[in-house]
């Protein structure tokens, strides 16, 4: 099984105590700004070294939880760094932007990582469609179609154009392409049934974000379903499982040093101080979960998104990468070590970083019950 | 030439109800024909299933004098006559003569997609634009119709059966009638025409070719041979829908085949006003 770590890039900084989505850009310090690159660029260091199989990134915006509104940029500067580390996005908030274009960063991006890239495909956080302003009841059914057509723009040979239903393009022929041919592996959400079912049908690797085991295996049976239906079979290393985590050198130092700044949720990630704004960050998520128009949501029946974090010494988060293992069938695990804002400092994530490596890594690397 | 008229109460929304059916002599046939608008005339070539009306032709006979021909073969009198689809399509050229036409859009379906590119390189000067939708001439990847199951057949025709007009097989006489011509002329030869490839380098005309992007029939990628061999073509991939575009997608159909009509390569512009407000 595979390890993976997902980093933000958090904002360290006085900003990052605020809690409040968007958050104003008066509140952002230059030399501050700087520091949380260097520190992340040094949290993805320490993660290479300790053996770490894939460094990874996603996208969210006007919030100091991560400085990559545009991953790409930060994807490339860390290639150049670590010229033998494997990349990935996970993942693009795709119904913010124009599919042709995602595609050609895709491109560009796996020529400038010469084929160290992976990457996702997403429908982004409800908060993300007050980002630039996109339809949250349209986002089913235009993001598939935009995962459809990113993937014709690498797959076609000629010009072509494309007469969608949300999408009109007539002159597409992408150069480059990607050096990965036809593309580097896809990813896409398996956090809901449809959106496994739609993975399945698309033959992509399949993805869950902190979603508790058990969900994840009901949706892996769907996945692999729709997979059978479109004539392929996908094996663990296809799945991959997000979670928190925090390795320290025994449980109870562990406990101490989550408690410390309410790890893994610190300052909260994307709630709006003004509860108006609030109010319609809940009706964006029930919009992406198909709730219609002018039906106001029950928000108690939210589901609650996350499963048990992992945290505790070496034995204690090898034992429960196992259970995730069994319970879901997943070949690749991607864990992330800061939280949300403001929520472990820096030190400690390195730290912990490095101990999963000396004692975790090798034993999920072995197939071991037991670190070494 | 003779005039026949819709049968009286043609509901107005069946589909072909504004159409006016008339008959020319030609090459030795007499062929049918529907007309229905006014205007630059596009002659329209139907697919192996025959002659068929569709909402899609509606809507461009809004703008177009729209002429549905049924080609020689598809209609009461038998075809033994012609070996080759470069045959028909000559066939199909001296057909226009007769009706008066001179200059026109010309616009082929699958089979009637392989008929009307004949047709535009046997007379280039004679067509202002060409639409090929799913057009047969190269089919490579694709299953021969004859081998495929009955249960299958209609989703690889149509994502979208529920869509108006029904997509109906054609009839059991009909087949007899017609399926010797078409294998004559197309299902007997390679799913790659050579014959066809030489010409296209040579072929000015433009050409819009459509494929839909779930065609069970002939496989989309199929646009791209057109793409590389035309000097002056557009490839587009109709999302959403299956061999028949028009039944599939009556609304994208019309839309981005009557822009390529009005205005060829320019409908690379959009000429929509994006200002929300002055």
């Not at chain 1, 952002?28 to 460094?55: K, P, V, Y």
């Not at chain 1, 274009?101 to 409800?126: C, K, M, S, V």
């Not at chain 1, 070496?314 to 939280?339: H, K, M, N, S």
Request: proline share 8%.
């Amino acid at each position: 099984m595979k390890v993976e770590i997902f980093t933000p890039v958090n904002y360290y900084g006085s900003a990052s105590a605020v809690s409040d989505w968007p958050l104003p850009t008066r509140l952002f310090e230059s030399d501050r700004g700087t520091l949380s690159i260097q520190r992340g660029f040094e949290q993805f260091e320490a993660a290479f070294e300790a053996g770490f199989d894939s460094l990874n990134l996603a996208e969210h915006h006007y919030s100091p939880a991560q400085m990559t509104p545009a991953p790409h940029l930060f994807a490339a500067a860390l290639g150049a760094r670590l010229p033998r580390a494997q990349i990935a996005i996970l993942g693009t908030d795709l119904p913010l932007h124009n599919p042709v274009n995602i595609a050609e960063q895709y491109a560009t991006l796996d020529n400038l990582l010469g084929g160290r890239l992976r990457f996702a495909l997403l429908r982004g956080t409800p908060n993300e469609y007050m980002t630039y302003g996109t339809n949250p009841w349209e986002s089913r059914a235009k993001f598939e179609e935009a995962v459809e057509l990113i993937i014709r723009c690498f797959t076609e040979t000629e010009p072509f154009g494309w007469e969608g239903r949300y999408f009109r393009f007539r002159n597409i022929s992408l150069f480059p392409s990607p050096v990965q041919r036809p593309h580097p592996r896809i990813t896409l959400s398996g956090n809901s049934p449809s959106s496994a079912r739609f993975a399945g049908r698309m033959k992509c690797d399949l993805a869950f974000s902190f979603m508790h085991p058990e969900a994840c295996a009901a949706n892996v049976a769907v996945y692999r379903e729709a997979a059978a239906e479109a004539g392929w079979e996908p094996t663990a290393d296809n799945i991959l499982y997000r979670q928190f985590a925090y390795v320290a050198e025994t449980d109870e130092q562990a406990a101490k040093d989550v408690a410390e700044l309410n790890w893994p949720t610190g300052s909260g990630m994307f709630n709006a101080r003004n509860p108006e704004l609030m109010q319609v960050i809940g009706i964006a998520g029930a919009a992406m979960a198909g709730v219609p128009k002018g039906v106001v949501p029950d928000m108690s029946k939210a589901p609650n998104p996350f499963g048990p974090v992992w945290v505790g010494g070496p034995q204690a988060v090898l034992d429960q990468i196992r259970q995730a293992e069994q319970q879901i069938g997943i070949g690749r695990v991607e864990l992330i070590y800061t939280g949300f804002v403001n929520a472990m400092s820096h030190e400690n994530v390195v730290r912990s970083i490095k101990l999963t490596g000396e004692a975790v890594i090798p034993a999920v690397h072995a197939g071991a019950a037991t670190v070494s | 030439m003779s005039t026949t008229t819709t049968l009286p109460g043609a509901a107005q929304q069946t589909p072909g109800a504004g159409f006016t059916e008339r008959t020319v002599q030609a090459d030795g046939f007499t062929v049918r024909y529907a007309e229905s608008g006014a205007g630059e005339a596009l002659v329209v070539l139907h697919g192996a299933g025959g002659l068929r009306h569709s909402r899609a032709l509606d809507l461009l006979a809004q703008q177009y004098r729209v002429l549905a021909i049924e080609m020689p073969g598809f209609g009461d009198q038998p075809n033994e006559t012609h070996q080759t689809m470069a045959e028909l399509a000559q066939s199909v050229a001296l057909v226009l003569d007769a009706i008066g036409l001179d200059r026109f859009h010309l616009l082929g379906t699958s089979f009637g997609g392989a008929a009307a590119a004949y047709l535009a390189v046997a007379r280039p000067d004679r067509v202002i634009s060409l639409v090929l939708e799913g057009p047969a001439a190269f089919r490579e990847g694709s299953t021969n119709p004859a081998e495929i199951p009955p249960e299958q057949m209609l989703g690889r025709f149509r994502t979208h059966p529920e869509r108006v007009p029904a997509f109906l097989p054609p009839d059991p006489e009909f087949m007899a009638r017609t399926w010797p011509l078409v294998e004559r002329l197309l299902g007997s030869r390679p799913d790659f025409d050579k014959e066809l490839a030489d010409q296209l380098p040579g072929l000015g005309v433009r050409t819009l070719v459509l494929f839909g992007d779930r065609d069970g029939i002939i496989p989309a990628q199929n646009g791209r041979t057109w793409r590389r061999l035309l000097p002056n073509c557009c490839f587009i991939l109709v999302h959403d829908a299956a061999h028949d575009i028009q039944g599939d997608r009556a609304e994208a159909f019309v839309d981005v085949v009557s822009d390529w009509l009005a205005r060829g390569w320019q409908f690379l512009l959009p000429e929509q006003d994006t200002l929300i407000n002055p």
